[in-house]
């Protein structure tokens, strides 16, 4: 088992407004993006994240050698309960996942 | 083929003033800037002003005011004052009164005007005229009658209107990120997919090229397309950074909804020109049936005064969450036996930094920090009752012990007196569109000479 830091370039987390948030893996090279879309599995990113799988909505982009992860935002930004204004750390969560 | 001056991402994260001369030389038609987001929280819609320091905003608008002068060309600014609403607006253009009386220089100002009545948008929710997008939270007509204000994103065509006025400068209330660079290209006949997908490339300056705090990009755009030219020294754009910006901020990465309809980029074609700039085309627009525009809410959600305190004793670190617990239920129970409250009438929260602050329970690592700040936060119905209740936290977060049996403890505060009062808090409320029979039917347009 390998964390998902381990295999890729760069991983982003950001709002995507204020009720989404948006998570970006940049593999970096075609080998990583392969390894990555094969072995990483949906319910285990939801797990992750504390969210429901059928609420992840999935980009594989070959392209760009990107997966992109969108989910309604856990906690609306901003909102009394929430500890992320920008989303900022949300990556750390899919980095520390092993693989 | 019209060539749109991007200065920076924001109005306030400044720009290098070399490209910027650089752009003018090259003879932009328009010079669009940004002026805010949502992405900086609800306090700043809440209470309609402006996250950026009045005196950068002032210094660099100052220099787009001049170089707008030299070029002899619009300057516009879309949501002024980070948030758009009508008082942001007012901000926006005491600071371009100031401005223009110092540089000697008589303007005419279109002001584009985006704030909703909530009584007015309540009604339009009761017809069925407001209607909710994905993950939007569940509102009633007096949850969006709450709202302190409430913003519409106006899109390519309200700053068309704005254009057509033959306006020096345009200064806009909440617009989408992409109206402002994307009106003039569709105005003069440019390809619509190529002019909203290069907006979107060009909404955060540089942020779509290597060096990307240079900020400043010119994009040129023509009947099939646009080619993207970053213009700081050291700054290039490449396929790989043009394509991979639609990701950013983005929730799908080929799909973006403005007013009238979206654009799909899934067709996209992106080539580089040079070293420097990448020409894209094969970008889609796809017209709606309706017309709406997306509606940003912003409502009080109480007071909050927090607290903050170090633990560095070992034995309190190990057991921090134990302790704020046994504090959390204390502090709460006190509260209501001497305020008379219930516990559902305010909120005491604990949050352990250098432990657990960032996901609470959902944090999967544990460690052994050095020592871990805690931050009391508490949340109530007025300013007074937050205050009191965090004067109530005060003595447990300097003295709590973890158990009766030992000396009593005393730990670090950082600050007298301790409790911060933060003031009113506000949450989002909106995440809906309007249905508009005309676009400028929730939009105003007002001429100011200055």
Sequence with gaps: MRTLNELVQKIRSKNAGPFWLTIDIFCGSETAYRDVAENLRTADVAKALGANSQDLKRFDIPSLNVIKISLPRPTVQGARDDRDMHGASWAALLAELQV | ?450
């Design chain 2, 1 to 450: 083929m019209v060539r749109v001056l991007i200065p920076s991402g924001a109005l306030g994260l400044n720009y290098d003033k070399e490209a910027l001369a650089r752009g003018i030389a090259a003879k932009p038609d328009i010079i669009a800037i940004d002026g805010g987001s949502t992405d900086s929280g609800p306090s700043y819609l809440g209470r309609g002003v402006s996250k950026y320091s009045r005196t950068s905003t002032k210094i660099e608008w100052a220099g787009l005011m001049e170089a707008r002068a030299k070029a002899g060309v619009p300057l516009v600014i879309g949501t002024a004052g980070t948030c758009g609403a009508d008082t942001a607006v007012e901000w926006m253009l005491d600071i371009t009164r100031e401005i223009a009386a110092e540089q000697g220089r008589p303007l005419k100002v279109a002001v584009l005007r985006s704030s909703q009545d909530p009584d007015d948008i309540a009604a339009d929710f009761e017809n069925g005229r407001v209607t909710p997008l994905p993950a939007a939270p569940q509102v009633d007509m007096d949850v969006i009658r709450s709202c302190s204000n409430i913003v519409a994103l106006a899109g390519a065509e309200q700053i068309a209107v704005a254009l057509d006025t033959g306006a020096d400068i345009i200064i806009a209330g909440r617009t989408t990120d992409t109206a402002i660079i994307a009106a003039l290209p569709l105005l003069r006949g440019c390809h619509a997919g190529g002019a909203w997908h290069g907006a979107k490339i060009g909404e955060c300056g540089a942020l779509c090229a290597t060096n990307p705090q240079s900020g400043v990009i010119m994009v040129e755009f023509d009947e099939s397309g646009f080619v993207v030219t970053p213009l700081a020294d050291g700054a290039h754009a490449t396929p790989h950074t043009v394509s991979a910006h639609m990701l950013y901020e983005n929730s799908d990465p080929f799909i973006l909804y403005e007013p009238g309809g979206h654009l799909d980029v899934t067709g996209a074609r992106y080539e580089a020109c040079d070293g420097t700039s990448v020409r894209v085309s094969g970008s889609e627009w796809v017209p709606s049936d309706r017309y709406t525009v997306k509606l940003e809410g912003a409502r009080p959600a109480g007071f909050q005064t927090v607290l903050m305190v170090l633990l560095r004793d070992t034995h309190y670190v190990a057991n921090a969450q134990s302790w704020a617990d046994d504090i959390t239920q204390k502090c709460t129970a006190k509260t209501c036996d001497r305020l008379g409250l219930s516990p559902d009438d305010f909120s005491i929260e604990l949050r352990l930094v250098g432990q657990s602050a960032s996901f609470g329970a959902l944090e999967p690592r544990s460690g052994a920090p050095t020592e871990i700040g805690v931050i009391g936060i508490v949340t109530a119905a007025t300013d007074a009752l937050s205050q009191e209740i965090g004067k109530l936290l005060n003595p447990y977060l300097l003295h709590h012990p973890l158990t009766v049996e030992e000396e009593q403890p005393t730990f670090a505060f950082l600050f007298s007196p301790a409790e911060m009062p933060r003031g009113q808090i506000y949450e989002f409320a909106l995440n809906h569109v309007l249905e508009l029979q005309d676009p400028m039917q929730a939009f105003s347009l007002e001429m100011v000479n200055i």
